[in-house]
Nanobody, 122 residues
């Protein structure tokens, strides 16, 4: 069992940066592939980024590639999402997740946080 808590969301102007954190408690997060998903109002939850267990390979949605960076600190049981050059279309509720399954699919994750809101003004 893993309990996930996101933090770091907020209101920023377009072009600025935010860093989200996902703190895991319970079983060590190093056992799991960790991912970020987001859900904008009226839209389905979508994949943003993920980092695999073991080799630490990273994966990104095309919409954030080159602007967002995912990382993890296994010693701190924490995952991060550095978001640069933010755009209004990045506005969403951001969720972190942990799992063993398919990396870019929600069903691949067993554990989810409650989300942190990111709002980007134009």
């Amino acid at each position: 069992q893993v309990h996930l808590v996101e933090s770091g969301g907020g209101l920023v102007q377009a072009g600025n940066s935010l860093r989200l954190s996902c703190a895991a408690s319970g079983r060590t997060s190093a056992r799991y592939t960790m991912g970020w998903f987001r859900q904008a109002p009226g839209k389905e939850r979508e994949f943003v980024a993920a980092i695999s267990r073991g080799d630490g390979n990273t994966y990104y949605a095309d919409s954030v590639k080159g602007r967002f960076t995912i990382s993890r600190d296994n010693a701190k049981n924490t995952m991060y999402l550095q978001m640069n050059s933010l755009k209004p279309e990045d506005t969403a509720l951001y969720f972190c997740a942990a799992g063993y399954g398919s990396i870019k699919i929600q069903d691949g994750y067993e554990y989810w946080g409650q989300g942190t809101q990111v709002t980007v003004s134009s």
